[in-house]
């Protein structure tokens, strides 16, 4: 199983970023899906995540400037990044809860980051 995480790039402050992870491989079911940061010399924290039902949940400093949102047919996760602040800038990385075969306990899996940077 893989996970490839996209989109990051450098962005002015105020300005929109989407971030994108396919998952790959021997998958039975996915999970919960989220998305992490981590800036150096700090935890990685999470950003948003999402049920496989769609239930949502966001860190505080996210909140009403960041979605996230899955397409469970095509096993990919979103994170849609609006109204940036320096404050932002991070790695970003890509989870999800996947179970590889039926007999099989869920698993977690990470994308190997995508730096968003947010600066003038």
């Known amino acids: 199983v893989q996970l490839q995480a996209s989109g990051g790039g450098l962005v002015q402050p105020g300005g929109s970023l989407r971030l994108s992870c396919a998952a790959s491989?021997?998958?039975?079911?996915?999970?919960?899906m989220g998305w992490y940061r981590q800036t150096p010399g700090t935890q990685r924290e999470l950003v948003a995540a999402i049920t496989r039902g769609g239930i949502t949940d966001y860190a505080d400093s996210v909140k009403g400037r960041f979605t996230i949102s899955r397409d469970n047919a095509k096993n990919m996760v979103y994170l849609q990044m609006n109204s940036l602040k320096p404050e932002d800038t991070a790695v970003y990385y890509c989870?999800?809860?996947?179970?590889?075969?039926?007999?099989?306990?869920?698993?977690?899996?990470w994308g190997q980051g995508t730096l968003v940077t947010v600066s003038s």
């Open positions: 989870n999800a809860d996947i179970r590889r075969r039926s007999w099989y306990q869920p698993e977690p899996f």
């Open positions: 491989g021997s998958i039975v079911s996915i999970y919960d």
